[in-house]
């Protein structure tokens, strides 16, 4: 009996050749252009910006080195307008982005119940998100005047109009409208999507176990839709934080300081009252706290968020 001899594994595995210097040159130079955009438009303009941060640095003049000067000057509350702008901004965010939920939710659930209708209106509640802002917000002054269009038609039914622009408190009402309509046919298009990823059986066979539109909603849609409704809250939120247009064009940040926000604060620390350290501060105490909330958002989506299909 013969017995032929096992190769021997090292045999079998062949050893992975290092990359040549031709291979490494040729990676390097597909990597080279983005790796490059990065650095100049991400990187460079970030140590920048903490540079600029730690100094007493005029629009039109030499720099004054002044440490964590800018951050003690905001956090501490001797920049009277800071607590100001962020109780704006926190406000604005958390009426705007429930309002936005919920309406975005409600027609998406609407126009999924009307199969024929729904790209129309999809595309019709669309035309907003890629329309200029400035002109929105333009056409919105003009509507919301005390003689404009919306207090005209109030007037119309017997209904005395407010001051839209001129009360503290229906500013920022104005400015959640706005925003609202001009954004709301973006998360419409992600729920839309989410809704159609939903099993067709699923849904027939609660229908069949006698459940009512309303559970059907809270036990089954809702449930199954929640990773597009965590995408659009993440990305809603976000978006609440950075708002600037709005309140720049709409209402100047009055009256008084009833809508000023964050980043209009921001954009006038630097260009009006020529202080780019505090700009500066302002921008990495905006982005400290977006990466909280966002942070928050992301621990608190295992208890509601269901990923099983």
Known sequence: MTTTAKPSPR?????????????????????????????????????????????????????????????ARLLSGEDPAFY?????????????????????????VWLHSLP????????????????????????????????????????AIGITGPSWLGHPTWAMVSLIMMSLWQAVGYNIVVLAAGLNNINPAIMEASKIDGTTAWSRFWRVTFPMLSPSLFFASVMTVIGAFKVFTQPFMLTKGGPGESTNTLVLYLYRSAFSYDKLGLASSLAWVLFVLVMLVT????????KWVNYDS
């Open 116 to 155: 024929d209708w729904a790209p129309f209106f999809r595309v019709l509640f669309f035309i907003p998100v890629v329309t200029p802002m400035v002109a929105n917000a333009l056409i919105w002054r003009v509507m919301l005047d005390d003689q404009g269009v919306i207090n005209g038609m109030l007037a």
């Open 11 to 71: 045999s079998k595995v062949r050893k992975a050749r290092k990359p040549g210097v031709n291979q490494r040159l040729l990676a390097f130079f597909h990597l080279a252009p983005g790796m490059s955009g990065f650095l100049i438009f991400i990187v460079v303009p970030l140590i920048a910006s903490i540079a600029i941060s730690l100094h007493n640095w005029p629009l039109y003049g030499d720099p004054e080195f002044v440490g964590v000067e800018n951050y």
């Open 84 to 108: 100001t702008v962020l109780g704006n901004t926190l406000v604005f965010a958390i009426g705007y982005t429930a309002v936005n939920l919920v309406v975005s939710t409600g027609i998406a």
């Open 295 to 302: 942070a928050l958002q992301f621990v608190g989506q295992k």
